[in-house]
């Protein structure tokens, strides 16, 4: 009867596939075959029983340690154990025990990488590969990522090349963006290859616009700042009309205040009323930005000035009113609908002796603009270099046992980095983010943005800075006689520099 059985042409048809199901360790195409068999095939009682146990003996045969599931099991064990000599010997036998094992390869590929041995390590992957497994693509992207790290990242591309028609997945999707993504940063960091990182960038956006928004805006905020990296490259080589090109790029792809802000930068070195213009777009984007708020009112300033030096006195009155307007604005939305004000006394850059090394710090006072009593009040202090976080430091100011009144200020403030950075190049830039918490406003609330570039000469006073407000500076130059000879270049300080 068992022969009779298993001589049975569909008995051994079905078989056959098990056997090789078995051997891969496939047990949900095991589970698949049975029913379909069972289904199509009206078997007696005993048929069934024979094949029910025959298949018992295979799941058995293969479930032992010499099985493939069984090897790789104790191959994986032995890579967390750290056992590199024996994971190594483990996989190697699977690979010539099972040399369609998709698993086996990949894994002693990964071996193979952890002991050094990259040739051999790659063969592995690229056998992997070729297996065309079905939902898993580590080989792909890990044999791509030991061409990264040879910087050759034109053969990783090959590499992953065949996955573009195969993504349907999402997270197939997110893994090839990815790896355009840090294609692009890669090339970013290298001399005259910005235009280069833009376009890969926007390849990766094209995959991530299938799988995840998040990073498609984020992509495109690197994007940007790419561009004002170029536009500042040319600026420091004094080619300000393509800078300025540059920038109206970037503004078609995305705009941005920032890049409206940067532009303006440009423009106010030829052209003050474009100047102003992208400025006044800049504050209605963003009309509670203190660095933007305190550049448009110094350019109505320079259009003043410009207006007197041409004999253009009521034009340079016009301007004067419109920056006496912006300054109260500035005031009120900036300043006293906070609970507190921070008064900058100055910047300082200790140079570190023997070392082309500075240690930036600044220096302030705080005053309690609220009419309540404040008995917890902290500070953090954020350095940024080039627009990039380099480091941050906090400090208690107010607490229980020294309570900060209404209208009370505090003693000077001193905040240095705790990373010191390399001494600031001419077309560098530093930024300090001054930020408050308090149990009145809770949380972390930006108060204070000072951009600022190199001063060595600028040090942090131990008292209290003579400074005149921006409305003072202006209420003298109205009152000053508009003599064209007489009229002096007015130096009107920056707000972001100055006593609230």
Same mark, same amino acid.
């Given at each position: 009867?068992?022969?009779?059985?298993?001589?049975?042409?569909?008995?051994?048809?079905?078989?056959?596939?098990?056997?090789?199901?078995?051997?891969?360790?496939?047990?949900?195409?095991?589970?698949?075959?049975?029913?379909?068999?069972?289904?199509?095939?009206?078997?007696?009682? @005993?048929?069934?029983?024979?094949?029910?146990?025959?298949?018992?003996?295979?799941?058995?045969?293969?479930?032992?340690?010499?099985?493939?599931?069984?090897?790789?099991?104790?191959?994986?064990?032995?890579?967390?154990?750290?056992?590199?000599?024996?994971?190594?010997?483990?996989?190697?036998?699977?690979?010539?025990?099972?040399?369609?094992?998709?698993?086996?390869?990949?894994?002693?590929?990964?071996?193979?990488?952890?002991?050094?041995?990259?040739?051999?390590?790659?063969?592995?992957?690229?056998?992997?590969?070729?297996?065309?497994? @079905?939902?898993?693509?580590?080989?792909?992207?890990?044999?791509?990522?030991?061409?990264?790290?040879?910087?050759?990242?034109?053969?990783?591309?090959?590499?992953?090349?065949?996955?573009? &028609?195969?993504? +349907?997945?999402?997270?197939?999707?997110?893994?090839?963006?990815?790896?355009?993504?840090?294609?692009?940063?890669?090339?970013?960091?290298? @001399?005259?290859?910005?235009?280069?990182?833009?376009?890969?960038?926007?390849?990766?956006?094209?995959?991530?616009?299938?799988?995840?928004?998040?990073?498609?805006?984020?992509?495109?905020?690197?994007?940007?700042?790419?561009?004002?990296?170029?536009?500042? +490259?040319?600026?420091?080589?004094?080619?300000?009309?393509?800078?300025?090109?540059?920038?109206?790029?970037?503004?078609?792809?995305?705009?941005?205040?920032?890049?409206?802000?940067?532009?303006?930068?440009?423009? &106010?070195?030829?052209?003050?009323?474009?100047?102003?213009?992208?400025? &006044?777009?800049?504050?209605?984007?963003?009309?509670?930005?203190?660095?933007?708020?305190?550049?448009?009112?110094?350019?109505?300033?320079?259009?003043?000035?410009?207006?007197?030096?041409?004999?253009?006195?009521?034009?340079?009155?016009?301007?004067?009113?419109?920056?006496?307007?912006?300054?109260?604005?500035?005031?009120?939305?900036?300043? &006293?609908?906070?609970?507190?004000?921070? +008064?900058?006394?100055?910047?300082?850059? +200790?140079?570190?002796?023997?070392?082309?090394?500075?240690?930036?710090?600044?220096?302030?006072?705080?005053?309690?603009?609220?009419?309540?009593?404040?008995?917890? @009040?902290?500070?953090?202090?954020?350095?940024?270099?080039?627009?990039?976080?380099?480091?941050?430091?906090?400090?208690?100011?107010?607490?229980?046992?020294?309570?900060?009144?209404?209208?009370?200020?505090?003693?000077?403030?001193?905040?240095?980095?705790?990373?010191?950075?390399?001494?600031?190049?001419?077309?560098?830039?530093?930024?300090?983010?001054?930020?408050?918490?308090?149990?009145?406003?809770?949380?972390?609330?930006?108060?204070?943005?000072?951009?600022?570039?190199?001063?060595?000469?600028?040090?942090?006073?131990?008292?209290?800075?003579?400074?005149?407000?921006?409305?003072?500076?202006?209420?003298?130059?109205?009152?000053?006689?508009?003599?064209?000879?007489?009229?002096?270049?007015?130096?009107?300080?920056?707000?972001?520099?100055?006593?609230?």
């Amino acid at each position: 009867m068992k022969d009779k059985i298993l001589n049975n042409k569909y008995v051994k048809k079905v078989l056959d596939k098990l056997q090789i199901y078995i051997g891969k360790a496939k047990f949900d195409q095991i589970k698949y075959i049975i029913e379909t068999f069972l289904n199509k095939y009206e078997l007696h009682l @005993l048929t069934l029983a024979m094949l029910t146990v025959i298949v018992v003996i295979l799941v058995s045969f293969y479930s032992e340690p010499e099985s493939l599931a069984g090897m790789l099991k104790k191959g994986n064990k032995y890579i967390e154990e750290g056992n590199n000599v024996k994971a190594l010997k483990v996989y190697t036998k699977i690979t010539r025990k099972f040399p369609e094992s998709y698993e086996g390869h990949l894994q002693l590929a990964r071996v193979y990488k952890q002991i050094k041995e990259k040739d051999r390590a790659k063969i592995e992957y690229y056998r992997a590969t070729k297996l065309n497994y @079905l939902f898993n693509y580590d080989a792909y992207f890990e044999l791509a990522q030991m061409y990264i790290e040879e910087d050759n990242y034109e053969f990783a591309e090959e590499i992953i090349k065949p996955l573009k &028609k195969k993504a +349907n997945l999402k997270t197939l999707k997110k893994r090839i963006g990815g790896f355009y993504y840090n294609w692009g940063n890669h090339l970013s960091n290298k @001399l005259n290859q910005k235009s280069k990182a833009i376009r890969k960038y926007k390849t990766a956006i094209e995959f991530y616009k299938q799988c995840d928004k998040e990073l498609v805006e984020h992509t495109e905020e690197t994007i940007v700042d790419t561009y004002i990296d170029i536009a500042n +490259n040319y600026t420091v080589h004094k080619q300000t009309q393509d800078a300025v090109k540059i920038l109206e790029i970037a503004l078609k792809y995305r705009e941005t205040a920032n890049i409206r802000y940067e532009l303006s930068q440009l423009y &106010k070195t030829f052209d003050l009323k474009k100047a102003a213009e992208e400025l &006044k777009k800049t504050i209605y984007m963003e009309p509670e930005n203190e660095r933007f708020l305190a550049a448009y009112i110094n350019i109505l300033i320079a259009q003043a000035e410009e207006a007197i030096n041409k004999q253009q006195f009521k034009k340079a009155k016009l301007f004067y009113e419109s920056a006496k307007k912006y300054k109260e604005k500035y005031q009120f939305e900036i300043v &006293k609908k906070r609970l507190f004000v921070i +008064n900058i006394l100055g910047i300082k850059y +200790n140079e570190l002796p023997k070392s082309d090394e500075i240690v930036p710090g600044i220096s302030f006072k705080i005053t309690n603009n609220s009419s309540k009593l404040v008995n917890k @009040l902290e500070t953090k202090v954020i350095f940024l270099k080039n627009g990039k976080y380099y480091s941050s430091t906090t400090k208690q100011i107010v607490d229980s046992k020294s309570l900060l009144k209404p209208d009370e200020t505090t003693e000077e403030i001193i905040v240095f980095s705790p990373n010191p950075m390399k001494k600031l190049k001419s077309h560098e830039k530093l930024q300090i983010k001054v930020f408050l918490s308090n149990q009145l406003a809770g949380g972390w609330n930006l108060y204070r943005v000072i951009d600022l570039k190199k001063d060595v000469n600028q040090d942090i006073k131990s008292k209290k800075q003579e400074s005149t407000t921006l409305s003072s500076n202006l209420n003298k130059k109205n009152a000053r006689n508009h003599s064209v000879k007489n009229q002096k270049k007015h130096n009107i300080p920056n707000t972001q520099y100055k006593k609230d």
